[in-house]
């Protein structure tokens, strides 16, 4: 079945800091990939997304690949904020369309000013 | 246009009664996803449902557990005599109707707690 994996946190950096959280799947045919953001108290917010292969999805300064050679699709930003401590969960979904989500553990990110 | 509302945010209840979840997907979608999220852990998908039909229930515990989506009114997350390991948080998401891999747009959630 399709899994997730992704880099165990919980991380923490300083302002102005580069940024990358890995995550690998596991998936059959070509699942769509997603980074989701949560913050405290509050639901999951899409964040980004890529729907084929070598699409890089990016949003607020975030990016990400889609790498099929590698079955990754790690998170990177160049300069992270006080702002973008939250817990980011990388999530995959099914290949024929309305599918369920299968996401990662989540990894807890802390910026200290 | 609002997005995913989910009622209550919060929910108390003790050990045997019954808790109801409610989830009204955004206008125009016709798609309910429900995912549970264990303290300190990732999201697991719990059933998907579209108008009258529950299409994968995969995720959903064999007891005690049931959904439902009416024609008319939200989605219905039902656990009828709840124990302390139900406490969670409960997040319902929905998505547009089409075939491609659709993008799930994700409620507040509600945070149940079984005393």
């Known amino acids: 079945g399709n899994s997730v994996t992704q880099m165990e946190g919980p991380v923490t950096l300083s302002e102005e800091a580069f940024l990358t959280i890995n995550c690998t799947y596991t998936?059959?045919?070509?699942?769509?990939l997603f980074w989701y953001v949560q913050y405290p108290g509050e639901g999951l917010q899409l964040l980004l997304k890529?729907?084929?292969?070598?699409d890089k999805g990016s949003n607020k300064g975030f990016e990400a690949t889609y790498r099929k050679e590698t079955t990754s699709f790690h998170l990177e930003k160049g300069s992270v904020q006080v702002s973008d401590s939250a817990v980011y969960f990388c999530a995959l979904s099914g290949t024929t369309g309305n599918e369920k989500l299968t996401f990662g553990t989540g990894t807890r990110l802390t910026i200290i000013p | 246009n609002a997005g995913v509302m989910q009622n209550p945010r919060h929910l108390v209840r003790r050990r045997g009664q019954e808790a109801r979840l409610r989830c009204s997907p955004m206008?125009?979608?016709?798609?309910v996803y429900w995912y549970r999220q264990l303290p300190e852990e990732g999201l697991k998908f719990m059933v998907y449902l579209q108008k009258e039909n529950i299409i994968d229930e995969s995720g959903m515990p064999k007891e005690r557990f049931s959904a439902e989506f009416p024609k008319e009114g939200p989605s219905i997350l039902r656990i009828q005599q709840v124990v302390r390991g139900d406490s969670a948080a409960y997040f319902c998401?929905?998505?547009?109707?089409?075939?491609?891999?659709?993008?799930?747009?994700f409620g507040p959630g509600t945070r149940l707690l079984v005393l």
């Open positions: 998401a929905s998505s547009p109707p089409g075939f491609g891999q659709e993008t799930q747009y």
């Open positions: 206008k125009g979608h016709s798609h």
């Open positions: 998936a059959t045919g070509y699942p769509s």
């Open positions: 890529a729907t084929k292969a070598d």
